[in-house]
């Protein structure tokens, strides 16, 4: 391979356009640096690694549990009132209800535990073992449904 005399003093002119070139590369790989997910600060090592340091992984990995844990507990309310909403419009013996009176007293239509396509193309939903149909105005057809 041919060396090119005058490379090395170019790199070490801090006027020379390679060297302006190594320091801007340089501030590139400072600025591309990967960041902890945890904390945001520098990774140091593996060019694989996502964490500063094993605290900030463990609290990582705690924190994105402890958010689903709280997802999860949300829904299973939601689930619970809408359950406990629907078993008291059966009590009454009644099976409609207006659904906009319905979700002022916090009926999450969105929270069910399965639907079918019935026959007639309506969908019925169920929340557990008690089913209904839902339209814009209404839900109705609410009913018990015999064990799953
Ligand atoms: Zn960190």
Known sequence: MKRNPDHGERLANPDSKAHIRGV??????????????????EVYGRTDKVFCSQACKDRYHYLQKAESDRYRRRVLMNLQYNY???????????????????????????????????????????????????????????CRISAV
């Open 84 to 142: 406990s909403l629907l078993d008291a419009i059966l009590a009454r013996g009644e099976d409609s209800r207006v659904r906009e009176d319905l979700e002022e007293l916090g009926f999450k239509p969105a929270c069910i535990t399965g639907f079918r396509k019935r026959r007639d193309g309506h969908i019925e939903y169920r929340c557990f073992d008690i089913s209904y149909s839902l339209s814009d105005a209404r839900i109705y057809r609410i």
């Open 24 to 41: 801007m590369a340089y501030l590139r790989r400072e600025e591309e640096a990967p960041r902890c997910l945890h904390c945001g600060g």
